[in-house]
């Protein structure tokens, strides 16, 4: 069994920055590639950032390339999203998940989620 914790979000100000934190338990935390994904009321969950299992590979998606960064520390079992410049449709919740087999910005490739945690950007 694997247990995903996030924590760190909050509401901040357009233009702020926050930093998630994910901190895994029950598996070798780095044998596997990892995630961050977020779902905003009345829409699908949609990828944000895949890191793989050593850190070296990382890709993000459009709307947040250039703005937030995912990181990890195999030796603290924990996972990173450092979000700068946020905007107003950054608004989710965020969730952590390790990654199965699959396409990395596929929800259906990770198989353990995290109970996320909101973030909340006003304008």
């Not at 779902?39 to 990828?47: M, Y």
């Not at 030796?75 to 608004?91: F, G, H, I, V």
Request: hydrophobic share 30%; proline share 2%; charged share 15%.
């Amino acid at each position: 069994q694997v247990q995903l914790v996030e924590s760190g979000g909050g509401l901040v100000q357009a233009g702020g920055s926050l930093r998630l934190s994910c901190a895994a338990s029950g598996r070798t935390f780095s044998r596997y590639d990892m995630g961050w994904f977020r779902q905003a009321p009345g829409k699908e969950r949609e990828f944000v950032a895949h890191i793989s299992w050593g850190g070296r590979s990382t890709y993000y998606a459009d709307s947040v390339q250039g703005r937030f960064t995912i990181s990890r520390d195999n030796a603290k079992n924990t996972m990173y999203l450092q979000m700068n410049s946020l905007k107003p449709e950054d608004t989710a919740v965020y969730y952590c998940a390790s990654k199965g087999s699959g396409t990395y910005y596929s929800p259906l490739a990770y198989d353990y989620w995290g109970q996320g945690t909101q973030v909340t950007v006003s304008s």
